[in-house]
């Protein structure tokens, strides 16, 4: 009888190919593709070292005191409990400078707006009657927008003196700058094709923007408007501080009185008053679209 000795079967594995199964270190190596272009991670390098370079720079540049801020850290708990309050006697007077506040922004807001109207129509590369005047409006605009809003009321308030007047002319350029540029934008995205149907009739230029333009631009307008309500209202409370009026007034009284209580009520005031005022915007630019 011959004996045939039994050879326990290998299992063959492939070394790569079509089915994607790798065998060997050596060919995960060759084979690897890197996720992003060499240039792209160089590049990528580049701006995270530049910016820790910026931050520190900027740091020493501040001669940042960190010691005594550690130090003063301590007395955050005994500052906090000070905070801890409530004052209702505020309520009443801190509504009233809210809405006064609100008045502030809605009021600049209805002048800027109509300003920006007129404006973006004169600028908008396809609608400008007068491309000289469209560059001189733009050119206007990117200066008012280039100049923050403290400052602009800061200027406004040294030459007609601290007032809800000086709030409402600042917050009115603001937005003027704001929603001309929105507004333009708007314009410029139209189709050309009804302008130009427009045109072949004989229709004038306030035809064009009246029938053509306008109706195609209202959402937009629209939208831009409700998204500036929140800034507007948000601009007046911060102008308060520095003489505006409105409850950012009260508040600055408040901080300069160290009346805790008071300045948490205030605070709590402001918070549901803008959170409020997102969600009803929120609402509406959904009704909107």
């Not at 520190?56 to 501040?62: G, N, Y």
């Not at 004169?122 to 923050?148: E, F, M, Q, Y």
Request: aromatic share 6%; proline share 4%.
């Amino acid at each position: 009888m011959t004996t045939t000795a039994l050879t326990p079967s290998v299992p063959l594995v492939s070394t790569g190919g079509a089915d994607g199964v790798v065998g060997s270190t050596s060919f995960n190596r060759r084979n690897h593709i890197p996720l992003a272009p060499r240039r792209e991670r160089l590049i990528t390098a580049g701006i995270t070292i530049g910016a820790i370079a910026l931050f520190v720079t900027a740091v020493t540049f501040l001669n940042l005191d960190l010691s005594t801020f550690v130090a003063r850290m301590a007395n955050f708990p005994n500052v906090a409990r000070r905070f801890i309050a409530f004052d209702p006697s505020m309520l009443v007077s801190g509504l009233e400078q809210l809405a006064v506040s609100f008045g502030l922004g809605v009021a600049g807001l209805v002048l800027g707006g109509a300003v920006a109207f007129v404006l973006a129509f004169l600028a908008a590369d396809n609608t400008a009657p007068v491309p000289a005047l469209a560059h001189v409006i733009k050119g206007g605009v990117s200066i008012i927008r280039a100049i923050p809003s403290l400052i602009l009321i800061l200027m406004i308030v040294a030459s007609i003196g601290i007032g809800p007047t000086s709030g409402v002319v600042g917050l009115m350029l603001s937005s003027i700058g704001y929603l001309t540029k929105a507004f333009i934008s708007t314009i410029e995205e139209q189709n050309p094709a009804t302008m130009e149907a427009l045109k072949a009739t004989g229709a004038s230029w306030l035809q064009i923007m009246i029938e053509g333009i306008l109706p195609a631009v209202l959402t937009g307008f629209t939208a831009w408007i409700a998204i500036r309500l929140e800034s507007s209202v948000s601009e007046s409370i911060s102008l308060g501080v520095i003489g505006a009026g409105g409850i950012g007034q009260l508040l600055g009284r408040a901080l300069r009185q160290h009346n805790h209580s008071g300045i948490t009520t205030l605070v709590l005031i402001i918070f549901v008053a803008m959170f409020a005022l997102e969600l009803i915007m929120k609402h509406f630019k959904e009704k909107i679209r």
